[in-house]
């Protein structure tokens, strides 16, 4: 399976601090998308890294994806209370798998 | 639309009733996937189309389940003889072909089997 896993599955900060989350995968890809889902809601998408990209910045998010070790790390810099929700990685070309997530809580 | 709208937002279904759900694309989106989420797990692949082809299906995890997209636009997801295990988040995303990497997604609705 292209599954990817997200890692670890919690996280909690307080506001401002940076959020780290990681994404390993077992598969060869052609890209990898992290998606935000808050509570009760539907998935958004957040940003979109190619297999021939090594980092990609938008916003307060930062990307870097390393296909040699099948893995790749979303930072949110200076979180906000209205970062906490769950982020997940996605592989796949029309059908996506993604991992069982990291639910991030930003403590104000 | 806005964006993509699925109905019902909540379904309680008893054991064996079944249901249908109903998801409304992105206004020119051809295609469109059905997911499953259990509580706390990652969405699965279920289903997708493009236009009225469905072509991949190797997600319905039984012939109970059975997804139509009959003019290419509006979608339905039917669930037959609904059991326990059933109970999850249905999601519906849809996207451009050009553009088939990134999918948006509907808010889900929320079935639960009693």
């Known amino acids: 399976s292209q599954q990817g896993e997200e890692d670890p599955q919690a996280l909690s900060i307080q506001e401002g601090e940076n959020a780290t989350m990681n994404c390993s995968y077992k598969?060869?890809?052609?890209?990898l998308q992290w998606y935000r889902q808050n509570s009760g809601r539907g998935l958004v998408h957040l940003i979109l890294?190619?297999?021939?990209?090594r980092e990609k910045h938008s916003g307060r998010l930062r990307v870097t994806l390393d296909t040699s070790k099948k893995s790749s790390s979303l930072l949110i810099t200076a979180s906000r209370a209205a970062d906490t929700a769950s982020y997940f990685c996605?592989?796949?070309?029309?059908?996506?798998?993604f991992g069982s997530g990291t639910k991030l809580n930003v403590k104000p | 639309g806005a964006g993509v709208s699925q109905s019902p937002r909540y379904k309680v279904a008893k054991r064996g009733q079944d249901v249908a759900l109903r998801c409304d694309p992105i206004?020119?989106?051809?295609?469109l996937f059905w997911y499953q989420q259990a509580l706390g797990q990652g969405p699965e692949f279920l289903t997708y189309f493009q236009n009225e082809a469905q072509l991949d299906k190797s997600g319905l995890p039984s012939d109970r389940f059975f997804a139509e997209r009959p003019e290419g636009s509006v979608s339905t997801l039917k669930i037959q003889r609904t059991q326990q295990e059933d109970s999850a988040v249905y999601l519906c995303?849809?996207?451009?072909?050009?553009?088939?990497?990134?999918?948006?997604f509907g808010q889900g609705t929320r079935l639960t089997v009693v």
């Open positions: 995303a849809s996207s451009l072909p050009r553009d088939r990497t990134e999918a948006f």
């Open positions: 206004s020119g989106h051809v295609s």
């Open positions: 890294i190619r297999s021939n990209e």
């Open positions: 598969t060869s890809i052609n890209n």
């Open positions: 996605a592989t796949g070309f029309n059908k996506f798998y």
